[in-house]
């Protein structure tokens, strides 16, 4: 409720007694203005696109402005919004990006994506080639944040596609969904251990039980929804696609292929493991506010052996991880096979290149999200959220949900749901685990244009607007519709 919802008239001595009075309607629209600006934000960013043509990265920004104007900023505030929004979106993603890029043209150029897909078909064969892409999405995202994983994984789904002949999406759906709800369910991601800890969950419980919702969520969400997506005609943008497929007798070993893919993925899944294992899910240098040195002393009090979880996860760390990739690519698939240093350093900055203007496209996504919350959508939502009561699992899914919409941040989503709703929740006779659930879930439900997932998949998958809502955007809302539904099922027997 708004603060002027009820407000108590002061009348003079002769009047009638004091009564409270009703809201007036101008109030109450009032209350819900930041809604009403992020809609027509929502439109005004259509307009431009689909009417106007204009590139997504310029329709960003000028929607990100007007919205802020919208909300009460002045000019000089949404400048800086947008740019500490594009600042905070750049150093979090730029570098894995652009090592993604760089690892999947080496993997793609030596044939090394092609020996995995070609060693895939024949393990899976035709007819499965979904349930392999999900299970690789899935041991992948355990251990991978989403950007990352999907940056690594992206050129073999380009290869098994080319290969198989069999449409990109089909291809590419079941391991997008796997890489989300690893993202959304499972700790020891980002958002996922953060809430086990707001909700005062056991970690192996959330684990546990996010292990039970994924598998339906990946089979729903991923293989069936792949299947029935009306989508079909999707190909890799120009400066992404694959070239003529390397011949047989000049791919490297599947095994140093697979190695070199797995590089990131078995450091990021060694930094998770210790995490697990030491107590320091929550232990963050990158986020502001916090004295992680104190955090890991406290977690770890012996020197030598902290020594050693800051070692692993320094190198967990996907920015190190993918660095570290992209170097073991170059000797593995470059040098070692016969390639100069110089045609490598030019097919590495022909890579960088061909994803310019998805950074760009990014960073403007990232504007609009800063825009929305500093303009206040998000506080928006949470009071409203604060005075409701329905059932927890249903209030923490919906919670999640707009904050979803309002931030794009799947994470900022689901840590913000948790931080109102934990003193609720703790006494509501939940289980603490299913709280995170359907948090979770809820944090993955509505993806448009202010989330980076969502313009990541159309640039990749070379989509319009239309069909990235059609693929990736219904593909979230099933995958977190799966999740809501076995935390109530789970409440159930449990």
């Given at each position: 409720?708004?603060?002027?919802?009820?407000?108590?008239?002061?009348?003079?001595?002769?009047?009638?007694?004091?009564?409270?009075?009703?809201?007036?309607?101008?109030?109450?629209?009032?209350?819900?203005?930041?809604?009403?600006?992020?809609?027509?934000?929502?439109?005004?960013?259509?307009?431009?696109?689909?009417?106007?043509?204009?590139?997504?990265?310029?329709?960003?920004?000028?929607?990100?402005?007007?919205?802020?104007?919208?909300?009460?900023?002045?000019?000089?505030?949404?400048?800086?919004?947008?740019?500490?929004?594009?600042?905070?979106?750049?150093?979090?993603?730029?570098?894995?990006?652009?090592?993604?890029?760089?690892?999947?043209?080496?993997?793609?150029?030596?044939?090394?994506?092609?020996?995995?897909?070609?060693?895939?078909?024949?393990?899976?064969?035709?007819?499965?080639?979904?349930?392999?892409?999900?299970?690789?999405?899935?041991?992948?995202?355990?251990?991978?944040?989403?950007?990352?994983?999907?940056?690594?994984?992206?050129?073999?789904?380009?290869?098994?596609?080319?290969?198989?002949?069999?449409?990109?999406?089909?291809?590419?759906?079941?391991?997008?969904?796997?890489?989300?709800?690893?993202?959304?369910?499972?700790?020891?991601?980002?958002?996922?251990t953060f809430l086990a800890i707001l909700y005062h969950a056991d970690v192996?419980?959330?684990?546990?039980?996010?292990?039970?919702?994924?598998?339906?969520?990946?089979?729903?969400?991923?293989?069936?929804?792949?299947?029935?997506?009306?989508?079909?005609?999707?190909?890799?943008?120009?400066?992404?696609?694959?070239?003529?497929?390397?011949?047989?007798?000049?791919?490297?070993?599947?095994?140093?292929?697979?190695?070199?893919?797995?590089?990131?993925?078995?450091?990021?899944?060694?930094?998770?493991?210790?995490?697990?294992?030491?107590?320091?899910?929550?232990?963050?240098?990158?986020?502001?506010?916090?004295?992680?040195?104190?955090?890991?002393?406290?977690?770890v009090p012996n020197a030598a052996l902290r020594s050693v979880v800051s070692?692993?996860?320094?190198?967990?760390?996907?920015?190190?991880?993918?660095?570290?990739?992209?170097?073991?690519?170059?000797?593995?698939?470059?040098?070692?096979?016969?390639?100069?240093?110089?045609?490598?350093?030019?097919?590495?900055?022909?890579?960088?290149?061909?994803?310019?203007?998805i950074l760009l496209i990014i960073a403007a996504g990232g504007a609009f999200?800063?825009?929305?919350?500093?303009?206040?959508?998000?506080?928006?939502?949470?009071?409203?959220?604060?005075?409701?009561?329905?059932?927890?699992?249903?209030?923490?899914?919906?919670?999640?949900?707009?904050?979803?919409?309002?931030?794009?941040?799947?994470?900022?989503?689901?840590?913000?749901?948790?931080?109102?709703?934990?003193?609720?929740?703790?006494?509501?006779?939940?289980?603490?685990?299913?709280?995170?659930?359907?948090?979770?879930?809820?944090?993955?439900?509505?993806?448009?244009?202010?989330?980076?997932?969502?313009?990541?998949?159309?640039?990749?998958?070379?989509?319009?607007?239309?069909?990235?809502?059609?693929?990736?955007?219904?593909?979230?809302?099933?995958?977190?519709?799966?999740?809501?539904?076995?935390?109530?099922?789970?409440?159930?027997?449990?």
């Amino acid at each position: 409720m708004c603060d002027d919802d009820l407000r108590i008239v002061i009348a003079p001595v002769t009047a009638a007694p004091l009564v409270p009075t009703r809201p007036h309607s101008s109030s109450l629209a009032s209350c819900a203005m930041p809604l009403l600006w992020v809609a027509i934000g929502i439109a005004l960013m259509l307009v431009l696109l689909l009417v106007v043509k204009l590139d997504a990265f310029f329709a960003l920004l000028l929607t990100s402005l007007v919205v802020a104007l919208l909300n009460g900023m002045d000019l000089l505030g949404a400048l800086q919004s947008i740019l500490k929004g594009i600042g905070a979106t750049m150093g979090n993603v730029a570098l894995i990006l652009v090592f993604g890029a760089m690892l999947g043209r080496l993997l793609e150029e030596s044939g090394a994506a092609q020996a995995i897909a070609t060693r895939l078909i024949e393990i899976t064969g035709v007819r499965h080639v979904q349930f392999a892409m999900a299970l690789t999405g899935f041991v992948v995202g355990i251990a991978m944040l989403y950007n990352a994983g999907f940056l690594v994984l992206i050129p073999i789904v380009y290869t098994v596609a080319l290969t198989t002949g069999l449409p990109l999406v089909y291809i590419g759906i079941p391991l997008a969904a796997a890489l989300s709800v690893t993202h959304g369910f499972l700790p020891p991601h980002p958002a996922p251990t953060f809430l086990a800890i707001l909700y005062h969950a056991d970690v192996n419980r959330t684990l546990l039980v996010g292990l039970v919702a994924a598998i339906p969520a990946c089979l729903i969400g991923g293989v069936m929804f792949g299947r029935f997506v009306p989508i079909r005609n999707l190909i890799p943008p120009v400066g992404l696609a694959l070239r003529e497929p390397v011949a047989l007798a000049d791919l490297p070993g599947v095994a140093i292929s697979s190695f070199v893919a797995l590089v990131p993925v078995l450091l990021m899944l060694s930094n998770a493991i210790v995490d697990i294992a030491a107590g320091t899910s929550a232990v963050d240098p990158f986020r502001s506010g916090t004295d992680f040195r104190a955090q890991l002393a406290a977690a770890v009090p012996n020197a030598a052996l902290r020594s050693v979880v800051s070692a692993l996860k320094f190198f967990g760390n996907a920015t190190v991880a993918l660095m570290i990739a992209v170097l073991v690519a170059l000797y593995a698939l470059g040098l070692r096979r016969g390639r100069t240093m110089d045609a490598l350093m030019r097919s590495l900055g022909s890579a960088v290149g061909s994803i310019a203007m998805i950074l760009l496209i990014i960073a403007a996504g990232g504007a609009f999200s800063q825009v929305l919350r500093d303009g206040g959508v998000s506080d928006y939502i949470t009071r409203q959220a604060s005075g409701m009561h329905v059932n927890p699992l249903l209030l923490a899914f919906g919670v999640a949900a707009l904050l979803r919409a309002a931030v794009g941040s799947a994470t900022v989503a689901g840590m913000t749901a948790a931080s109102v709703l934990a003193p609720t929740a703790l006494g509501s006779g939940v289980r603490p685990e299913l709280m995170v659930l359907a948090t979770g879930a809820g944090s993955l439900m509505f993806s448009h244009f202010n989330d980076t997932g969502f313009w990541m998949f159309k640039e990749y998958y070379n989509a319009t607007i239309r069909e990235t809502f059609l693929t990736w955007s219904m593909m979230e809302l099933v995958v977190a519709l799966v999740g809501l539904c076995a935390a109530l099922l789970l409440n159930l027997v449990w």
